[in-house]
C-alpha cells in the first residue's frame, strides 16, 4: 500500500490503469482533460500496457469501447457534461448490449452558455440508459469505486455498464491523499475478465440484428433483473473490499448519525461530503439529523430510502433539476415512499451552474425545514425567489 | 480469373430478408469469398441489418456486430484494437455500411478512424439513396434523381466520397460495381493482403430504389460504368488507376455512352422523359459527368 497525494483524475487514472482495462478510448472535455491525459502518461511510462485510442469525439468513444467490450476485453472511458451528452445513444446500446464497460463522469454544467463548474444535470439526464450510476464524494472513493466497478460490472448476474460520477473541480481538480494497494492485490480482487459472450470467428453471431417485441421486452426485463442483482451484489463488492482494504464508503447509500435522527438529509456527491460538517454542526446544537449519502442513483437505493423514511423526516437537496417537474432525487425519494410512510419530504434544488453549496447554508436548509418553513420544493438561495 | 473460379466460401446463409435482385447481397456474397471467415464484420442501421433477418436467427455465417447509424468505424476501431490485444491481429475487421452511413452521418467516425492509420476495411455498398428507411435522398443520390424527399428531383449533385477518401492518403482506396464481380473480388482480396485503413465503394443498383425491373441490377450497373457515371478505379499509395470499362473510357480506347442510355431504365428519373422530355437536365447530368472525366484526365492520365 501506498499514499498518492493527486487530484480526482488523476486518482481516477491511476485506478482504471490498475485495473488493467485493453482499451481505453477516449476524447478530452474540460473537466475530464486530466483523467485522460494521466492514462496517456502511463502510456508512455508502460504501466498502460493497453489501446489507448484517441477518437474524434465522445461519440466515437462510447462506439470504440462497444466494440473492443463486444470483441471480448476490459474497456475503460471517462468524458463530462457535453461528452456524456454526445454519447447518449450509444449509452443505451452498451447498456441493451449487456456490455461492462465502465467509465467516468465528472459532473458539469451543461450549456448554454458555456459553464465548467459542478452540476449533475448532465449524468441525471442518462438515468434511463440502463447504466449503473455512482456518485463519489472523495479521492479514495473515485479509486475504490472504479475498481469494484468493474467487478460489478463483469458479474454475471449484472453485466451492464457502470459510470462512476464525481463533481467537476471539487473533486476532479482537488488533491487529497488516497492509499494505494499494490498491483498484485488488485489483480487478485479483480479476476481476468472472462466475456459471457464476444464476436469470435469460431462461433460466428449476429449480434443486434432485427429483434420481435417480445424478445426485446425480455432483454428489458432482463435488465431490470440484473440491476436488481446489482443491488445484492454492490454491498457485497463493498464488504470484501473492506475486508481486504480495509476501506468503506457504504452500500448504495452511506449513512452518516443517522441513529436516532428525526430528520435525514439525502444529498449525492460533494454536497454528500459537505454535509458531513452540517451534520455534524447540528448535532452539537442539539438536533437530530442525520445523513444518507447517496451513492448509487441506478440502482436506485428505494428499500433503504423507505427504511429511512420509515425513521425520519427527510430532506433532499439535488444539485440538478428536470425542469417541468422537480430535482430528481426527490422526486424519486417520494415515490420510493408512495403509500408506505407518513415522512415528510423536503426538496431544495442548489448549486446548479457550479454555485457553492457550503455547509452553513446546508445547516440553513435543514434548519428551515425542521421549522415547518420550506416549501414543498425550493431554490435555495435564490435571489428574487 | 471467371466468376466460376471464385471459391465456394458463402456467408450469406439461406434467410435472407433482402429483396429480390438486391446488390448489396450480391456484394456481401462477393465480399465474404474475398474475406473468408476469419472476419468480424461491423454494420450500422441500414439495409443490411434487414438483410441479416431476424434474431435469434441471422442470415451470415460470420461475426456480426450491429451498430448505430453513424458508429461503424468507429466500432470498428474498438474491434481491432481488441483483437489485436487479444493476439488475433490476423481476423480481418470489416465495416460495412450504406451511403448515407458513409457519406452522410458516418463520416466524421469514418475520417477519424482513417486518419488514425486503423487497420481495417471500410466498404461502402452505394445504392445512392437511404433505402431502410423508403429511398430518400443521401449524399451520394445523383442529380435530378427522385427520391422521397426529392420529389421533383434532387437539385445538387452527388459529392465524390473516393476523392473525400483519398485526402486521408490511405493504403488503398477503390470504387468497385455489383456488376464486375472479378473487379470487386480481386480489389477486397488485395485490401486483405494490406495492413492500414482500406477503403472501397460498391455501386449497388436498387431495384425497389432506383425503380427497375429486379431482373436488371447487373445491366444497371454495367450500363453505370458504360456511360461513365461511375468509374473503376484504384488509387493504391497515391496512385491511381483506373480499371476495366472505366480505363478504357479515360484512355479514350471507348467512348462513353451517353447517360440516357442508363437513366431512361430507371423510374427515379422518369420525370425527365415523361410528360415531356426535359431535355435540360438531361444535358446538365451529361455535363457533370463530362466534368467528371475531364477531371480524371488532366489529374490521372
Ligand atoms: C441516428 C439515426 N438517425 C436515423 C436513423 C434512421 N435510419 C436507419 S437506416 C437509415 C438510412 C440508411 O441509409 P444507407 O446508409 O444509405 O443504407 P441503405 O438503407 O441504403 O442500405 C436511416 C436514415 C437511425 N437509425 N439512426
Ligand atoms: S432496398 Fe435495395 S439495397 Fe435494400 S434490400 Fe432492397 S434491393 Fe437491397
Redesign the pocket.
Known amino acids: 500500500m501506498t499514499i498518492m497525494i493527486d487530484t480526482g483524475n488523476y486518482i481516477a487514472a491511476k485506478a482504471a490503469v490498475m485495473a488493467r482495462p485493453a482499451v481505453v478510448p477516449a476524447y478530452p472535455i474540460t473537466p475530464q482533460t486530466t483523467l485522460v491525459e494521466g492514462i496517456a502518461n502511463y502510456v508512455k511510462t508502460g504501466e498502460f500496457k493497453g489501446e489507448y485510442i484517441c477518437v474524434e469525439s465522445e461519440h466515437s468513444a462510447m462506439c470504440a469501447c462497444i466494440g473492443a467490450s463486444a470483441a471480448g476485453v476490459r474497456t475503460f472511458t471517462g468524458t463530462s457534461s457535453h461528452g456524456l451528452l454526445l454519447m447518449h445513444?450509444m449509452l443505451h446500446w452498451a447498456a441493451l448490449a449487456r456490455l461492462p464497460i465502465v467509465m467516468c463522469n465528472i459532473n458539469r454544467t451543461v450549456g448554454p452558455g458555456w459553464n465548467i463548474w459542478p452540476d449533475e444535470n448532465d449524468s441525471i439526464s442518462q438515468r434511463d440508459t440502463g447504466w449503473i450510476q455512482f456518485y463519489c464524494s472523495s479521492n479514495q472513493e473515485i479509486f475504490d469505486t472504479v475498481i469494484q466497478a468493474f467487478k460489478l460490472a463483469e458479474n454475471e448476474k449484472v453485466l451492464l455498464p457502470v459510470m462512476i460520477n464525481y463533481n467537476a473541480f471539487i473533486l476532479s481538480h482537488t488533491s487529497m491523499p488516497v492509499e494505494i494497494p499494490k498491483q498484485k492485490e488488485i489483480d487478485d480482487f479483480l479476476s481476468k475478465y472472462k466475456p459471457r459472450w464476444k464476436l469470435d470467428v469460431d462461433n460466428p453471431i449476429t449480434f443486434g440484428n432485427i429483434i420481435l417485441p417480445a424478445d426485446y421486452e425480455k432483454i428489458r426485463k432482463d435488465m431490470q433483473n440484473s440491476s436488481e442483482n446489482a443491488k445484492k451484489l454492490i454491498p457485497e463488492i463493498a464488504k470484501e473490499w473492506k475486508k481486504i482494504f480495509g476501506r468503506y464508503h457504504g452500500d448504495l447509500i452511506e449513512k452518516y448519525r443517522c441513529d436516532g435522527a428525526e430528520y435525514i438529509l439525502l444529498a449525492m456527491g460533494a454536497i454528500g461530503a459537505e454535509s458531513k460538517v452540517a451534520i455534524d454542526n447540528l448535532r452539537k446544537e442539539g438536533l437530530k439529523v442525520g445523513l444518507a449519502r447517496v451513492r448509487t442513483f441506478r440502482p436506485f437505493p428505494k428499500e433503504e430510502i423507505l427504511k429511512l423514511g420509515k425513521q425520519a423526516d427527510l430532506i433532499v437537496i439535488d444539485r440538478n433539476i428536470s425542469v417541468g417537474s422537480e430535482g430528481a432525487l426527490f422526486s424519486e425519494v417520494k415515490a420510493a415512499l408512495y403509500d408506505k410512510s407518513d415522512a415528510k419530504v423536503y426538496g431544495f434544488i442548489a448549486g446548479l451552474g457550479g454555485k457553492d453549496v457550503p455547509y452553513t447554508d446546508i445547516e440553513k436548509i435543514c434548519k428551515k425545514s425542521i421549522n415547518g418553513k420550506a416549501k414543498d420544493c425550493e431554490w435555495y438561495n435564490l435571489e428574487g425567489v | 480469373m471467371a466468376i466460376k473460379d471464385l471459391p465456394d466460401t458463402e456467408c450469406v446463409i439461406p434467410g435472407s430478408a433482402a429483396c429480390p435482385g438486391c446488390p448489396?447481397t450480391l456484394g456481401l456474397r462477393l465480399v465474404f469469398k474475398a474475406l473468408g471467415k476469419n472476419s468480424i464484420m461491423v454494420v450500422?442501421?441500414?439495409?443490411?441489418?434487414v438483410i441479416e433477418s431476424l434474431y435469434p436467427n441471422t442470415s451470415f455465417d460470420i461475426p456480426v456486430m450491429n451498430i448505430?447509424?453513424?458508429a461503424a468505424a468507429a466500432g470498428a476501431s474498438g474491434v481491432e484494437a481488441a483483437l489485436r490485444q487479444q493476439g488475433k491481429g490476423d481476423t480481418t475487421v470489416v465495416a460495412w455500411?450504406?451511403?448515407?452511413?458513409?457519406y452522410d452521418?458516418g463520416i466524421q467516425a469514418l475520417s477519424g478512424a482513417l486518419e488514425r492509420n486503423t487497420n481495417f476495411i471500410y466498404i461502402c455498398?452505394n445504392?445512392q439513396?437511404?433505402?431502410?428507411?423508403g429511398i430518400?435522398r443521401?449524399g451520394?443520390t445523383p442529380y435530378a434523381a427522385w427520391t422521397t424527399t426529392t420529389v421533383g428531383g434532387k437539385t445538387e449533385f452527388r459529392k465524390e466520397m473516393g476523392e473525400i477518401i483519398q485526402a486521408h492518403h490511405i493504403p488503398y482506396v477503390a470504387q468497385a460495381c455489383v456488376a464486375y464481380p472479378e473487379d470487386l473480388y480481386k480489389k477486397v482480396k488485395k485490401a486483405k493482403s494490406m495492413k492500414g485503413p482500406k477503403y472501397i465503394e460498391i455501386l449497388a443498383p436498387?431495384p425497389p430504389?432506383w425503380r427497375f425491373g429486379m431482373e436488371k441490377t447487373v445491366e444497371m450497373g454495367t450500363l453505370a460504368v458504360e456511360t461513365g457515371a461511375w468509374a473503376l478505379y484504384e488509387y493504391e499509395n497515391d496512385k491511381m488507376s483506373f480499371n476495366g470499362k472505366s480505363k478504357l473510357i479515360l484512355e479514350g480506347k471507348i467512348k462513353r455512352k451517353p447517360v440516357e442510355e442508363w437513366i431512361k431504365y430507371q423510374g427515379r428519373f422518369g420525370h425527365l422523359f415523361k410528360p415531356e422530355k426535359d431535355v435540360k437536365r438531361i444535358k446538365e447530368i451529361e455535363d457533370h459527368i463530362y466534368q467528371m472525366w475531364e477531371r480524371y484526365r488532366s489529374c490521372y492520365l
Open positions: 445513444e | 448489396a450500422p442501421a441500414c439495409c443490411t441489418a448505430a447509424f453513424e455500411a450504406g451511403d448515407g452511413g458513409t452521418i455498398y445504392n439513396i437511404y433505402s431502410n428507411t430518400q443521401s451520394a436498387c430504389g
